[in-house]
Each structure stands twice: as structure tokens, then as C-alpha cells.
């Protein structure tokens, strides 16, 4: 199965959730404007769910368009090296729709959308030739029969958080404490840790980074960290 890329405009939608997408059947790519630090925790929790299939992209600088021209660059990418694949824009901004049609004439698969649909996506797809309607054929409705009591589907199981590694509910008090002056960047985060007493060690300060990630506490995005709302 061909790729499926939902790329995000959020410097002009900011979705709290990402509606009945499914893990394993998309790739998420979130692009946040340079000074967007803040994110829903609902589409953090979502984002964490696609695993190593979501990545969050900040840009550097606020020229104009600049966020569009890195996911038109994005979008350039991976058509390149991945064949076949589609891609969903989803923003309000319509300067997309010229890329949309010039990405149809070459066969890549593309569409924009305002929003992401509570209901599953609607994949694009490349022009293909009409097919005729075929002739209606009327039949006997068939004697009703008992209606047969359907097995109710298993509910799916939460997506496994990574264990708690030791002091974690220490480092949460301290980064609850800090309020607004929570590091922002990796580097930061370690400079913090190693303030602790006793200090973490390197491999410690990378396991805890991983819990608190999975855990909804931040999400590192590059070189960033972003906090939930």
C-alpha cells in the first residue's frame, strides 16, 4: 500500500485531534510556525499514538509563506523518493490549490482540505477514465429473515506507555514548579537535569526523556520542546 502523508498547516489550522485517522495507515507531518511553542494536549496525545509515523517540523525565520514553501518542499521530497505516494494539506490557506493542480498534472496525488473530517480522509487520487453506468436490474425483495445477533468487535487496546524510570515523578514536580520558565530546547532539559542532586547521568537524562514524552508530559519537536496547553 502506497504511503499516505497528512501534512498540517498549523500556523493556519489548529486541529485539537486528528479525527478517525488510524496508526499504521498514515504518516503525520505537523509544521509549526518558528515561535509556536504551545500545542492542544488532545492532538499531542494523538500525534504520540502514529509513534515514529508523526514527526513535528518548526521552521526557522517568519518570512511570508514560509511554512507553505516548507511543505511544498517536503511534499517534492518524498514524491521523489517514494513513488505512488498521496498527500493531504490540511489549511484554510487556498495558495495551495495552484501546487494541487500542477502535483495532478504530474501524477502525485494531492489534495487541501480546511479541516481534518471526524470521518476517515478521503484519499486523493490521479485522474482515471470514466467507467459506464450499467443497467439497472430489478429483483424480488427476498423474505425477511430473522435478524442474527452480531459479535460486538474487541476494543483495541490503549497504545502501551513506556515505564516510569526512577526519580520521574521528581523531574514532573520540578518542570510543574517551574511554570514558565520550563526548558525549551533539549540542550536546556539536559543543563536542567544535571542540576538535579545527585545529577542524571547522560543515558538517564535520554530514558527520561523518552518517558515523558510517551507519558504526554512534552513533546520534543527537533531541537525544541513543546508543553501541552
Given at each position: 500500500m502506497a504511503n499516505q502523508y497528512l501534512l498540517v498547516d498549523f500556523e493556519n489550522v489548529q486541529p485539537d485531534n486528528l479525527g478517525a485517522l488510524q496508526p499504521g495507515e498514515w504518516r503525520i507531518l505537523v509544521f509549526l510556525g518558528q515561535h509556536q511553542t504551545r500545542l492542544e494536549l488532545g492532538l499531542v496525545q494523538a500525534v504520540q499514538a502514529f509513534g515514529s509515523n508523526a514527526e513535528y517540523i518548526q521552521i526557522v525565520g517568519n518570512g511570508k509563506d514560509a511554512l507553505d514553501f516548507h511543505i511544498a518542499f517536503y511534499i517534492g521530497k518524498l514524491a521523489a523518493e517514494q513513488p505512488g505516494a498521496r498527500f493531504v494539506i490540511v489549511s484554510k490557506d487556498t495558495g495551495f490549490d495552484p501546487l494541487v493542480k500542477h502535483l495532478e498534472k504530474l501524477r502525485i496525488a494531492c489534495k487541501r482540505v480546511a479541516t481534518i473530517p471526524g470521518a476517515a480522509v478521503k484519499l486523493p487520487t490521479t485522474k482515471a477514465a470514466p467507467v459506464a453506468k450499467a443497467a439497472k436490474v430489478v429483483a424480488k425483495a427476498p423474505a425477511k429473515q430473522p435478524a442474527k445477533q452480531v459479535a460486538k468487535p474487541a476494543k483495541k487496546a490503549a497504545a502501551k506507555k513506556i515505564a516510569m524510570p526512577p526519580r520521574f515523578e521528581e523531574v514532573v514536580e520540578r518542570l510543574k514548579g517551574m511554570k514558565h520558565a520550563k526548558p525549551r530546547t533539549?540542550?536546556?532539559?539536559?543543563?536542567?537535569?544535571?542540576?538535579?542532586?545527585?545529577?542524571?547521568?547522560?543515558?538517564?537524562?535520554?530514558?527520561?526523556?523518552?518517558?515523558?514524552?510517551?507519558?504526554?508530559?512534552?513533546?520534543?519537536?527537533?531541537?525544541?520542546?513543546?508543553?501541552?496547553?
Open positions: 533539549v540542550r536546556t532539559f539536559r543543563s536542567s537535569l544535571g542540576s538535579f542532586n545527585p545529577p542524571f547521568a547522560e543515558a538517564q537524562i535520554d530514558a527520561m526523556l523518552q518517558a515523558l514524552q510517551s507519558h504526554g508530559v512534552l513533546t520534543v519537536a527537533g531541537t525544541k520542546l513543546v508543553y501541552p496547553a
